[in-house]
């Protein structure tokens, strides 16, 4: 497996899917908007995660956003594509697609239907994945979405395997990314998932995060880690209090993918916020206060 590196501090944003006017993948958008946040100084890209809507995209559509993100990207940073399924077959098989496209890793979750009924039903399953894998692996811990945290011991044994090269958290629990920290070998990268707890979570030894809202505050996120990087605790800190949880907070009430559209259709990065269904864009006030903090956080920039 190829050797992928971050620097200490790398933020990268799980890139939203923009949808034309007829409800389509809008592929020069997106391309326009992965240009613009190479250009800002984010360390990699993640497409087809959480906040790109996976879930709502065909297989055509994955592939397309996948390639169109690669071809942005253009070797400047590292692309992880998004590869959850409910099926080992079908993990490997967007696997394969993203290998095929030019992706550099690839992000799985556990199954997000059918969760296990003990340990060794996750690690058969990470084994499976992981045996087959044509792209070096980042687990994705989400249980909020997935029903269950992947376990502890199971992590452990899993990040032994070379395919297997990181982990992102997004649990919420800072004593949970403490322990994966601590039971993963030097080289495995961690990645913190929630935004708001990127900083509280440097002083574990995290390498950085993927993060929404660095898609659309990618000032602060580049800040936030250049601060990390030098030890500035106090600049860091304020980037954390009045730029990132702010507008964090937003996500809480309207999700991450409708925040994240409205942002970044309030900065230009995209030219329309629309999400598809379940997902709903929140009302004009609550758009104008998601305005209000992205304008607020580049003021502290």
Do not use: W
């Not at 071809?71 to 490997?92: K, M, N, Q, Y």
């Amino acid at each position: 497996m190829p050797d992928i590196e971050f620097r200490h501090g790398a933020v990268s944003p799980p890139i939203v899917t923009p949808f034309d006017a007829d409800g389509d993948v809008d592929a020069d958008a997106l391309a326009g908007h992965v240009e613009a946040l190479v250009d800002a100084g984010l360390d990699g890209m993640v497409p087809c995660g959480t906040t790109g809507e996976f879930a709502s995209l065909t297989d055509a559509e994955r592939r397309t956003v996948v390639e169109t993100t690669v071809e942005a990207a253009d070797g400047r940073v590292p692309v992880i594509a998004g590869a959850a399924d409910t099926t080992v077959s079908g993990a490997l098989d967007r696997l394969r697609a993203a290998d095929a496209a030019g992706a550099d890793a690839g992000l799985v979750t556990l199954p997000y239907y059918h969760n296990s009924t003990a340990p060794a039903g996750q690690r058969a399953f990470l084994d499976a994945v992981a045996d087959e894998t044509p792209l070096p692996l980042f687990l994705y811990d989400i249980p909020s979405t997935v029903g269950e945290p992947i376990d502890p011991d199971v992590l452990a044994a899993v990040a032994e395997r070379e395919s297997v090269v990181g982990l992102k958290d997004t649990s919420g629990d800072i004593s949970a990314i403490d322990v994966a920290v601590a039971r993963t070998p030097e080289e495995f990268t961690v990645f913190q998932g929630v935004d708001a707890l990127l900083y509280p979570s440097a002083s574990l030894g995290v390498d950085g995060g993927i993060h929404a809202l660095s898609q659309v505050i990618p000032e602060a996120f580049v800040a936030l880690g250049e601060a990390l990087r030098a030890g500035d605790d106090d600049r860091a800190l304020a980037l954390h209090r009045r730029a990132i949880a702010p507008l964090f907070d937003r996500c809480g009430d309207h999700g991450f993918a409708p925040v994240a559209k409205v942002a970044a259709a309030h900065r230009g990065f995209i030219p329309d916020p629309r999400v598809r269904p379940p997902l709903t864009l929140p009302d004009e006030a609550a758009r104008e206060a998601i305005a209000a903090d992205v304008d607020a956080a580049l003021d502290v920039v």
